[in-house]
Structure formats: structure tokens, C-alpha cells
């Protein structure tokens, strides 16, 4: 029977205990919502997709807008083009807004193993290239007030340069290199400002590099990070050297600075022997006067006189049989300020003792002929007399003038160092022509100088001093906050110009003893010369400056006398002394051409040593002397402690034993850090 379209088919009935068989409508409505989820979240993640999307465009988008805008901005910094540099810069700060938004937008991946790290790493470099720009935009300030100066005497005078960064300061009239020097004074508070910020951004991208393994973001920053590495070494220099620009651009009235010539191949603990010295006059950023001349017309003026008597240091009466102490011989301090005050205070006292007006004198300025070769080679070849000098011949040249050519060229023994101020003045000359768009060479080429311990500064003001001695510029001699320190300090003593020739290694060793460490700091002397008019045997006054409470156990290679006067080689005397919150241990020595010696010295280290081990790190600061070639360092260090970590690092084949072993070079101040 055909059922009718308004009829309805029951079921059939049942027995309650009669299995029912019905349709899977449950499953049927769960096919259904699965299927409306599928279709959500394909919305979901296609939403999820173009929000990250666009995210990810506006940082890459942002980002290559600031890199390009910050390479026309560093074109036109270069250029003085002050107004396109800002507009450009304005630009950088537009796409890292844009940059940033798009990050913020993807806040949330930074929860995501793996790809979070590569977030943080990306946030690290935008908020560095912020920095940058906010740094460059405080430059460009400075840099247009200084420049507005410059441009304002060239219209005035009517030059006819193509631009002020050709314009040598040596050129500018005194009312501007005043206002020059006075405005650059005037930005240390802004100037330290930056050098905070750089120091931040550097940070951030160290933080990237730490977490970034994609090549491809390294290269989107690295012209960020080309402008940030120049602009922090050159805020790293200026600030201090606005620091002291008032006092040694004479800006309060004249100033008078003792130069020191210090001869590194006669090596002193100043850095090197005074054999000449000048007296410079600066007021208002101008050189008002400069004249050098020969130590040993100074110690002239009191010769013969009973009166003068000033008592030589105890190393000098007895090696140098001088009892007196001359100007020639004040470098004998291995901190620059205690030799300079020396040096200044010997000089006024001479002059004094012969009745000549006593001059009033500022601050000195310390230079070795190895930076003289530096300069050389920075500003070219200089002839002086006929004599064209070089940065490889200038030393030796100089040496043999002063020495040998002056008697055959007819020149008066008391002038024959005469040709080192005029040198000198032609120094000055070229590098006061070096025009500001090289300044960042200059820069650099100072910076190396007081870093490897060729020049260094001394102030009598206070306040100047104390910017001199956290810059690094003042030769000063301290252990900081380190744990250990040493270092060498080496004296020539009627040697001729024999240190170039001599090569040293400094072994350093450090062990278990008596409930504490023990040290023993070994030089070994190489005499590589011979016999000639510049070289003889070496004869040095070794001093090796230590940890305040150190105590002398034993000592070897000490001589009485050189090996001519005294064959039997009798053992010297070692003399302690405290000086600059250390322990000083001295002796003297001698090494004849072809031979090797060692000096040793063993001494038990104080306590504040064996309570940093216990409390887990130990650190050694290894001090240059001014002046001294680079020495080979080897380092062995046995605290009875697994290392944990070390820097700089051991090989890794000597990991996992309580040694720490290195070789190094002391071409610079180094610092050893071990922790347990």
C-alpha cells in the first residue's frame, strides 16, 4: 500500500526487552559542528595570517626606510649638509615608528619557543637604531653650532674654500678657535648624554647577535651598526676631551704645558729619558709660543753649584753613580702624573738655583718616539734640515742626528737638539692642518696612543686631572677593583739606546702555599744586538708592582753590577717599597748582546686574594709600562679550584682542571678574569 503524502510511518512497537535500532543522529549533528569549526578557524588563521602579515611588512618596510635614510643622512653629515641630514634622520625615526608598530603586533610570538628569541632579537636592534638616530640628531646640534662658527669667519674673511671641512683649524682666526673650543666645552652635558645612549644601544645589539642566526637580519643592520661603532668611538673621545678643553685650550687665560720627548729606546719608567723638552703656550685654542731645547742645558745652569742638591732616587746614586738628581733623569715614576710633577719640579728648581725666572707651568704632555712614528705615518714623510723624515726611519734617524751627524755637519753639541723642536714644530704644523672631515682619523690615531700607553696627559687642576684619569689618558698607575695585579717596570741605565733590541717575556705563575697563593713573576731578557754606537750590554733597574701586602720569599737573577765590573755575578739586593696603594719589589740586572737572563721574584700574595678565590672569581690586571714594546705574557694560574669559566678563554683543550694557562701579548693594559 502507497502511504499518502500527509501521512506519517510510525515506527513499529516494540517489547521493552526487544532490541531498538534508530538513525546516528548524534553523530550526524557532530559531523556538522565539526565542520563549522573547520570553516572558523580557516578564518581564524586566515585572519591570524594577515594580521602577522602585516606585522611583519611594516617592520620590514620601516626598517629598510631607516636604513636607507641613515645612509643619506651619514653622506650629508659628511658633507655638512646639517638641514638634509635632519630631514633624513626625521625619515629613519618615521620607519622605526612604523617598525616598531609592526613588532608591538607581534608581541605574542615572543611566548613562542624558538621564534620568541628571534623576536627579542629583532626589538634589541630596532631599539639600538633608535638610539643611533637620537644620538646622531644630538651630534648633528653640536656639530651645526660649532660649524656655524667656521662658516661665520669664512664669510667674513672671504675665503674662497669649497667647503669648512677643508678648512684647518690651524687657519681660523683666535676669536673663533675661542668659540670653538668654548662651545665644545660647553657640550660635555650633552655629549655625556649620548655616550649613555650608545652605550644602551650597544648593548641591544649585542643582545641581538646573541639571539639572531639569520643572516639576512644581520645584513639589514649592519650599516646601523657601522654608524653606531664610528659614532661611539668618537663620542667615547670627545667626552673627556671636552672635558679638559678649557684647561688645555687655556679658555681661562694662559696655560703653560711642559712637553716631554721621552726617548722609548733609552726605556725609563716614565716611558722613556727626557732627553728634550718644550715649553708650549696656549690661550684661547691658540698656540702662542713653543720652545724646546736639550735636559742637559738645564741641569747646566746648576752644575758646580754646592747649593743644589736635590737627592737623586737610591737606584740612580748607586747604578748611575749620580747622587744628584737632574732634570734629564726626573722620569723615573712608572705613573705619568708622579713623573710629570717630578719632571716640572726638577726644571722650576734648576732655573730657580741659577737665578732665572722660574716658570709657572700647567700640566705636561708625554709622547715616545714610537708615537712619533704614529704621527709620522698618519700626516707623511716631513723634511728638517735636509733630512726627510719617515715613521720607520724617524726614531734612528733622529737618534744617530743628535748623536753623530751633528759634529760632521759642524753643529755646536749644545744646539744639536735642536733639530727635534724644529721636527717637532713641523708636526704641529701638519696636524693643525688636517682638515675636520679627518678628524675621526685623528681621533683614532690619539685614542691608540693613550691606549697603548705612547702619550699621556697631566693636569695641576684637580678637576681636569680627575677627567684624565677616568678616560685612561693619564698613565695612572692603580690596581682598581682586581683581585691581583702586576706589573714590570723596566729602567735603563747607561744603556745607550739598547730597548728595541731587547725583548721580554713575563711568565706568571700563581699556586697553593702555606694556606694561601704564591706568586713568581719571571722576566726573561733576550738580548738581540750588538755592539755599536746606539747598542751595548743592558743594564736595567727592574721594579715589579704587586698586590699591597705582598711579602718576598726568594728571588733570582739579581745582580750588584754589570758582568764587566763584578765577573763573579753577585747576587743584588731587593729593595720593597709602598707607592700608589702597592708593593713594589726592585733589583737591578744586566745582559750582554747574544744572552738571555730571567729575573724572578716569588712572594706570597695577601689575603684579599685567597678570600676572592673562596668567594669564586679571581681577577688579574696586568699593567703596561709607557713606553715599553709589546711584552709576551704566559700565564699559569693554579688555584686548587675546577674553573668554571674564564676570560679570555683557555684552549679547549686544557679545559676541565683547576689551571688556567694563557699566552698573550702586553701590547695594552689587559685584565684576566677566573671563576670557580
Avoid: C
Avoid at 161 to 190: G, Q, Y
Avoid at 210 to 229: M, R, Y
Avoid at 646 to 671: F, Q
Amino acid at each position: 500500500m502507497f502511504l499518502e503524502p500527509s501521512q506519517t510511518q510510525l515506527p513499529p512497537q516494540h517489547h521493552s526487552d526487544s532490541p531498538v535500532s534508530t538513525p546516528n543522529i548524534s553523530h550526524t549533528k557532530r559531523r556538522r559542528g565539526h565542520a563549522g569549526v573547520v570553516i572558523v578557524g580557516s578564518f581564524a588563521l586566515v585572519a591570524l595570517l594577515a594580521y602577522v602579515g602585516v606585522g611583519v611588512t611594516r617592520i620590514v618596510n620601516g626598517a629598510l626606510l631607516a636604513r636607507t635614510a641613515l645612509a643619506s643622512a651619514k653622506i650629508e653629515i659628511a658633507d655638512t649638509d646639517f638641514a638634509g641630514a635632519k630631514t633624513h634622520l626625521a625619515e629613519a625615526h618615521d620607519g622605526l615608528a612604523d617598525a616598531q608598530s609592526g613588532a608591538l603586533m607581534l608581541k605574542f610570538t615572543s611566548y613562542i619557543p624558538w621564534i620568541g628569541a628571534r623576536y627579542d632579537a629583532g626589538v634589541a636592534v630596532l631599539d639600538a637604531t633608535e638610539k643611533t638616530v637620537d644620538v646622531l640628531e644630538e651630534a648633528i646640534g653640536i656639530a651645526q653650532d660649532i660649524y656655524s662658527v667656521v662658516a661665520e669667519a669664512r664669510a667674513t674673511l672671504a675665503w674662497q674654500e669649497p667647503s669648512a671641512a677643508n678648512t684647518p683649524i690651524h687657519d681660523l682666526p683666535v676669536e673663533v678657535k675661542r668659540e670653538l673650543f668654548t662651545r665644545l666645552a660647553e657640550s660635555l652635558p650633552s655629549l655625556r648624554t649620548m655616550q649613555v645612549k650608545l652605550d644602551l644601544a650597544t648593548e641591544d645589539l649585542a643582545t641581538f647577535h646573541e639571539l639572531s642566526t639569520t643572516a639576512g637580519i644581520d645584513d639589514l643592520i649592519a650599516p646601523f651598526e657601522t654608524v653606531l661603532a664610528k659614532l661611539k668611538t668618537g663620542v667615547d673621545f670627545l667626552v673627556p676631551f671636552a672635558g679638559i678643553t678649557r684647561e688645555f685650550a687655556g679658555l681661562d687665560g694662559d696655560r703653560q704645558f711642559l712637553l716631554m720627548f721621552l726617548n722609548n729606546t733609552e726605556l725609563r719608567p716614565t716611558g722613556g729619558f727626557l732627553g728634550t723638552y718644550g715649553l708650549l703656550v696656549i690661550r684661547d685654542g691658540d698656540m702662542k709660543s713653543l720652545t724646546t731645547d736639550d735636559t742637559y742645558a738645564v741641569d747646566a745652569l746648576v752644575a758646580g753649584n754646592a747649593s743644589y742638591a736635590a737627592p737623586s732616587p737610591a737606584p740612580i746614586a748607586t747604578y748611575l753613580e749620580q747622587p744628584v738628581w737632574y732634570f734629564r733623569d726626573s722620569t723615573w715614576s712608572p705613573d705619568f702624573g708622579a713623573g710629570a710633577k717630578d719632571a716640572i719640579a726638577l726644571l722650576r728648581q734648576e732655573v730657580a738655583a741659577s737665578g732665572q725666572p722660574v716658570p709657572q707651568i700647567h700640566g705636561a704632555f708625554g709622547m715616545t718616539t714610537t708615537f712619533l712614528s704614529d704621527v709620522l705615518s698618519f700626516v707623511g714623510p716631513i723634511t728638517v734640515d735636509g733630512q726627510t723624515f719617515t715613521a720607520e726611519n724617524a726614531s734612528d734617524l733622529l737618534e744617530y742626528q743628535v748623536e753623530i751627524a751633528f759634529e760632521q755637519q759642524g753643529v755646536n753639541r749644545a744646539d744639536r737638539k735642536d733639530v727635534v723642536g724644529r721636527l717637532t714644530n713641523a708636526l704641529l704644523d701638519k696636524l693643525l692642518e688636517v682638515p675636520s672631515s679627518r678628524f675621526e682619523e685623528v681621533f683614532s690615531l690619539l685614542a691608540d696612543g693613550f691606549s697603548k700607553k705612547e702619550i699621556a696627559l697631566y693636569s695641576a687642576d684637580s678637576g681636569t686631572q680627575a677627567v684624565l684619569d677616568d678616560a685612561g689618558w693619564s698613565g695612572k698607575v692603580s690596581q682598581t677593583n682586581t683581585a691581583d695585579v702586576l706589573m714590570v717596570v723596566d729602567a735603563n741605565m747607561a744603556s745607550l739606546k739598547s730597548d728595541p733590541v731587547v725583548k721580554r717575556t713575563i711568565n706568571y705563575t700563581v699556586e697553593p702555599h702555606d694556606g694561601g697563593f704564591q706568586a713568581t713573576a719571571a722576566i726573561t731578557y733576550k738580548h738581540e744586538g750588538t755592539f755599536d754606537w746606539k747598542t751595548s750590554r743592558y743594564r736595567t733597574y727592574t721594579r715589579i708592582y704587586v698586590p699591597a701586602g705582598s711579602t718576598l720569599t726568594s728571588s733570582s737573577g739579581s745582580l750588584a753590577n754589570d758582568a764587566i765590573r763584578d765577573p763573579q755575578g753577585t747576587a743584588g739586593t731587593i729593595t720593597t717599597e709602598s707607592e700608589f696603594g702597592l708593593t713594589s719589589f726592585g733589583a737591578f740586572t744586566s745582559i750582554e748582546p747574544g744572552q738571555s737572563h730571567t729575573l724572578s721574584f716569588t712572594y706570597q700574595l695577601p689575603a684579599s686574594v685567597t678570600t676572592a678565590v673562596a668567594a669564586g672569581s679571581y681577577t688579574l690586571s696586568m699593567l703596561k709600562q709607557i713606553g715599553a714594546d709589546p711584552h709576551d705574557v704566559v700565564l699559569h694560574l693554579d688555584f686548587n679550584h675546577a674553573l668554571r669559566s674564564a676570560s679570555p678563554a683557555e684552549d679547549s683543550s686544557l679545559w676541565g682542571d683547576d689551571i688556567y694557562d694563557a699566552t698573550d701579548t702586553l701590547e695594552t693594559d689587559k685584565e684576566y678574569r677566573v671563576n670557580f
